[in-house]
């Protein structure tokens, strides 16, 4: 051989090699690109896989979200109502949240209170009035000013009122003093006596040097006779004077208001919304688990002979790789359906915020749904023998 053709021939190889090297080692990418040329050549199968798990994907994204919305609800409607570190005293008949006012609403009237000495007593009254054709929660107390209306600044943006405006509440036109973010407005208890009568609940905080105790409702409890709980979720007795809700104190890890954002939430999660997300998620898995072994059905021949050669463990990397396009698909297109869906039902509770905790949380059951969708169908490929697969 002529010398000049081994230095070309060696030459070439040197070119050469890199590019196997480079291609062996990407295995991803192949594997990838396979996946894509199996879903071209049966694109209805696809759609088809996706939309049904996207539905799937998309009632489970709805619930979440709107159990996030009414989480962050219940947290900023507690923080409409107690400062921190304040005891929340509520008459025998209970409280409400009224979604109309987008707040929480007394069913009754405060019980008798006298505080002990050094603690401090507010006794807010608290019902629903109308003001610019909307239904608004109206509180009163003793320590605001006649003549003004200190008016949340959610509630002035939903109102349309500014600072410095003027708002009419039981018949008396009284100045617009825009105070926080709530959505309550809070007059003088004489006027909104003669709106909501004496419905209402006392904050009550323990003297300074006590501080952050954790028995400041146990205190509060034996000085007044009345019975105290962590837990939001116990209802006042109705023959009862009343009930204290222990803001500070309680066991376990979680806050008081956190167990009332729980509150809110769990009302979604366990109702007839949370039991059809649920089943739409069963649904998702039977659909995925349907699919891929239609698919598996289908190219058991070719799989066959892929065993055959000793690439089973390809068989296995290919299908998890096919499911996990089939559900990142999937699940794009439910989250921005779900999105859409819940932005035009109920745009007032619904935030950004709530929708991405909503995806987030729908997120966490992807991998099982892929893995399942995948190994189900796969497993019983690889049950049989390569000559089982070749057959007819």
């Known amino acids: ?129 109308e003001i610019n054709g909307q239904p608004v929660s109206l509180r009163g107390r003793d320590d605001v000013t006649p003549g003004t209306a200190a008016v949340g600044g959610a509630l002035a943006q939903r109102l349309g009122v500014a600072d410095g405006a003027s708002v009419t509440v039981g018949g008396r036109p009284l100045r617009i003093v825009v105070d926080g973010p709530g959505q309550s407005v809070v007059v003088a208890t004489g006027i909104a006596e003669s709106v909501v009568g004496q419905q209402g609940w006392w904050v009550v905080s323990a003297p300074r040097d006590f501080g952050q105790r954790r028995d400041n409702a146990a205190v509060l409890s034996n000085a007044v006779g009345l019975p105290s709980t962590p837990d939001p979720s116990v209802r006042p007795d109705p023959a009862g004077a009343g009930l204290i809700y222990d803001t500070v104190g309680g066991s376990g890890p979680l806050t008081f208001e956190q167990k009332f954002s729980a509150l809110f939430s769990g009302k979604v999660t366990g109702s007839t919304l949370g039991l059809i997300s649920i089943i739409g998620l069963v649904l998702g898995f039977v659909i995925a688990v349907s699919s891929f072994l239609a698919a598996v059905t289908e190219r058991r021949r070719e799989f066959g002979i892929m065993s055959s050669i000793g690439l089973a463990d390809e068989v296995l990397y290919f299908f998890l790789v096919e499911s996990a396009i089939v559900f990142l698909a999937a699940y794009l297109i439910g989250i921005i359906a779900a999105g859409i869906a819940v932005a035009l039902v109920i745009p007032g509770i619904a935030t950004m915020f709530s929708w991405l905790q909503g995806a987030a949380m729908t997120a966490m059951f992807l991998p099982a749904m892929a893995i399942v969708g995948a190994l189900v169908p796969v497993h019983r490929l690889l049950q049989q023998r390569p000559v089982e697969l070749l057959g007819d």
């Open 1 to 129: 051989m002529d010398t000049s053709q081994v230095g070309d021939t060696q030459a070439s190889g040197a070119l050469r090699s890199p590019q196997l090297s480079e291609g062996s080692q990407n295995t991803l990418a192949c594997l990838v690109r396979f996946a894509l040329a199996n879903i071209r050549r049966r694109p209805e199968r696809f759609v088809l896989s996706v939309l049904g798990i996207a539905l799937a994907i998309a009632c489970v994204t709805v619930v979440r979200t709107v159990s996030a919305s009414f989480a962050v609800t219940g947290e900023d409607s507690l923080a409409d109502v107690l400062p921190d570190g304040a005891l929340w005293v509520v008459p025998a008949a209970g409280v409400h949240y009224d979604p109309a006012a987008e707040a929480l609403i007394a069913d009754g009237p405060a019980p008798d209170l006298t505080a002990p000495p050094g603690w401090s007593a507010t006794h807010v009254l608290s019902g629903v009035a």
